[in-house]
């Protein structure tokens, strides 16, 4: 089992920042590509970023592009979501995912194909 634990979220003015934390534990991190999904209320659940097991590949949704930055630290087990220029339609429950796959430059953004998930982060944007 991989645990992973999500922080960082809270409410902030539109225009603001804030920078999610996934701290994970019981595997081997650096096996995992990671991922950031949201899901507002009465949509569906939406891949915001991902990042390859090497870090060296990232996607963005097309909403988030320019705006958010996803990193890793596989030292430190840990993947970051940088949200900057935060709009209210942003607001939603964050969700760190954990995908096993063999490729270290490879990535999925279908949350089908990831295996492990937080419990989510609530980020709500006023305007």
């Known amino acids: 089992q991989l645990q992973l634990v999500e922080s960082g979220g809270g409410l902030v003015q539109a225009g603001g920042s804030l920078r999610l934390s996934c701290a994970a534990s019981g595997r081997t991190f650096s096996s995992y590509a990671m991922g950031w999904f949201r899901q507002a209320p009465g949509k569906e659940l939406e891949a915001v970023a991902v990042?390859?097991?090497?870090?060296?590949?990232?996607y963005y949704g097309d909403s988030v592009k320019g705006r958010f930055t996803i990193s890793r630290d596989n030292a430190k087990n840990t993947v970051y979501l940088q949200m900057s220029s935060l709009k209210p339609e942003d607001t939603a429950l964050y969700y760190c995912a954990a995908d096993y796959i063999s490729s270290s430059t490879s990535y999925r953004t279908r949350a089908s194909s990831y295996e492990y998930w937080g419990q989510g982060t609530q980020v709500t944007v006023s305007s």
């Open positions: 990042i390859t097991r090497s870090g060296n590949s990232t």
